[in-house]
């Protein structure tokens, strides 16, 4: 009792050692690992990992973090489940890094202690047994100290000098335990890069994109993102400098240049990469348009809330001077059981959605048409999917492009292909056996009717009688196949009354509350 405060300095001195060797480990010597093995920044990994570590350090049990652990690196990294819900596991079983540096300390603390001197061999000795105790240590609290006295009996030094340390050893072994499971996921990570597995494949069409491409890769490129991207940019017959920004960024990692056999549109390009996508998810940039910088992530958070196998989020306008205007967006939804037919809602655009790669198993784009191929989203990927949802998050940038498919199509006669693409819409649901129900009569009419009468909007009055009589009688010949229209939703029935009783007006009335993204 009447040592005083000094007693403590020993036990603080031990403490202060303990934790800096911790803190090398995992702030130093992991984050390395880390930057070499697999390029990525260790402070954004330190930051997704942070509620895993604090975790670790309040329950001071690896066993407890795993299921944690797998979730986040999956979540947040991309780690696939399948090497993950291996490597975490087994780390927590036999990697104890810090375990083996607080038995390794307080070695040198005890003999210090007892005046006992220890020489190399003894430092050797203690290196291989602190080594062997660690690997056998249970990932529970406390356990370090039991197994620390194997550790002192090799050396010869008394086993009571444990009980020197038992009361300041819980902080540390809260400390220890977060090291112990960062080392785990670093190692997890670098396995998960070794083994090349893509998360998200990029597909982005490319045709005389010369004066946005540079913007729309970068965009790509320099995602908030640890998930591994592959970019795969489809040069489709540019006659401008695409070809040349192709060939520099082909040198970039994750970068690669596709030249289709038979290009000439954008639905023959997107098949291109669909060819070649090996990601569990696949996005579509235009290239004259950009993702912002936190797009693949934050669809990727969403799907992991929900399940979904398809993503909506929303965007913004862009003039081709990079001025941002009006934004679009979405509520936070999942469209399911009763709120499956309000898909609709959301555009058949290809871009501003991530998609599960096997949803295009046997679903191309409709590669004979210069325009509106995108029709499938709706009408053949749509159906494949068990679950779709949207985020209210903005995480694309559309640009208005004079020079624009959509700008150039409509209001001439290439606005015809909307009917011709409704046709084989239609043969494609037949032949890869999609059901013919609401959602497939809700796609129908609207394509018809709202869809058809924007696109032609502009042609002369016989043209668009003409079309409008060509959809009447496309509707009609499904019409037996359809569902009762008393099960859709009001404004389907109204553009369904227009086509089945053949009226004009209300075709075009009905059109004109339809609004198309241009």
Known sequence: AGLGLDAFVPLLKYMLAVILALAVQGLVVYQVLLKLFTGLSPIRFLYKFAPVMAFAFSTATSNATIPLSIDTLYKKMGVSKKISSFTIPLGAT?????????????????????QIHLSAADFLTVIATATLASVGTAGVP?????????????????????????????????????????????CTTIVAKQDDAVDVSVIVPVHNGERFLRACLDSILHQNTTRRLQVLAVEDGSTDGSGAILAEYARQEGVTVLHPEQGGSAARARNTGLARAVGRWVLFVDCDDCLLPDAVETLLAAQARTGADIVQGGWQYCDEADTRGAVQQYAEACYIGPRRLDVVELPGTPWGKLYRRTLFERVRFPSGYTCFEDAMIHFWVFPRAKCIASTKHVVYLWRKNTMGLTATSQNTAKALQAYWVAEEMLDGAVRLGLPQDALFACNLILQLANYCYVCVAGLPEADRQTAFACCCLLYRRWAAKLPDPRTLPYAVRLAQRALEQADYGLWQLQGRLFQLIN
């Not at 036999?94 to 007892?114: R, S």
């Not at 009980?163 to 785990?184: C, E, Y």
Request: hydrophobic share 60%.
């Open 94 to 114: 036999i990697n104890m890094d810090g375990t083996a540096i607080m038995q390794g300390v307080a070695v040198v603390f005890a003999a210090q202690a007892f």
């Open 142 to 186: 406390g356990v370090g100290l039991i197994t620390l006295s194997m550790v002192f009996q090799s050396v010869g030094l008394p086993v009571e000098a444990i009980g020197l340390i038992m009361g300041i050893d819980r902080i540390l072994d809260m400390t220890r335990t977060a090291v112990n499971i960062t080392g785990d996921a670093v």
